[in-house]
């Protein structure tokens, strides 16, 4: 079966500017998550879906959101772009938190 | 909060060592605990999980890990590691089923030829 699947795999953005990242998960999997990578930070949780209702959010600021579609493609958008926010956005899947995750390859934005 | 703590940042070992990666987390309750592995330009992917029974659990490529409620620990060990599992590895929490799973900031693994 078809992966957890991202788009676009890279950006170059502008500081300013705002960006929207796509994450279709695994079929029949309804909870999205998604994660900021760093080399630094490691793996920073940023907000969590299903069923279109966002059940958990991390320590993001508010540029920083998100929404669930009701076929559970998921969206995350940053507004008003900071060079801080260059990393690996990572979108990762599941149809039992005991069961894990599935993670998509990832967008690396870079913010110039 | 819940919080994930890797002991160590890089290890480098040659094949046919033996490899203990530490792994401790901070939650009161029932936790579902990970590891998932990070192969040179690869994306993330679960090597195994443990969420109830058994407090030793074995994975994927011969990795196992275990359980230990007393001193809130999921070390992952594998007898004999192999050129191939150079990779970054990560330890995962989930606290009480919820809907938020906590990384540590990974163990890098070199192993020599």
């Known amino acids: 079966k078809a992966g957890v699947t991202q788009t676009p795999r890279y950006l170059i953005k502008t500081r300013g500017q705002q960006v929207t990242l796509s994450c279709s998960p695994i079929?029949?999997?309804?909870?999205v998550s998604w994660y900021q990578q760093t080399p630094g930070q490691g793996l920073q949780f940023l907000f969590e879906?299903?069923?279109?209702?966002?059940?958990n959010k991390g320590n993001f600021p508010g540029r920083f959101s998100g929404r669930q579609f009701s076929n559970s493609r998921s969206e995350m958008n940053v507004s008003t772009l900071e060079l801080g926010d260059s990393a690996l956005y990572l979108c990762?899947?599941?149809?039992?938190?005991?069961?894990?995750?599935?993670f998509g390859s990832g967008t690396r934005l870079t913010v110039v | 909060a819940q919080s994930v703590s890797q002991h160590n940042h890089h290890v480098i070992l040659s094949e046919a060592a033996s490899l203990e990666l530490g792994c401790n987390y901070s939650?009161?309750?029932?936790?579902?605990l990970f590891w998932y592995v990070q192969y040179p330009g690869q994306h993330l992917q679960l090597l195994l999980k443990?969420?109830?029974?058994?407090?030793l659990v074995k994975g994927i490529k011969g990795f196992e890990a275990e359980f230990i409620k007393s001193k809130f620990s999921f070390n992952l060990r594998k007898p004999s590691v192999q050129w191939s599992d150079t990779a970054e590895y990560f330890c995962?929490?989930?606290?009480?089923?919820?809907?938020?799973?906590?990384f540590g900031a990974g163990t890098r693994l070199f192993v020599k030829a």
């Open positions: 079929s029949g999997h309804r909870s």
């Open positions: 443990y969420f109830s029974g058994d407090p």
């Open positions: 995962a929490v989930n606290g009480g089923g919820g809907f938020k799973t906590i």
């Open positions: 990762a899947s599941s149809l039992d938190i005991r069961n894990g995750y599935t």
């Open positions: 879906y299903f069923s279109e209702t966002q059940r």
């Open positions: 939650y009161g309750g029932t936790v579902n």
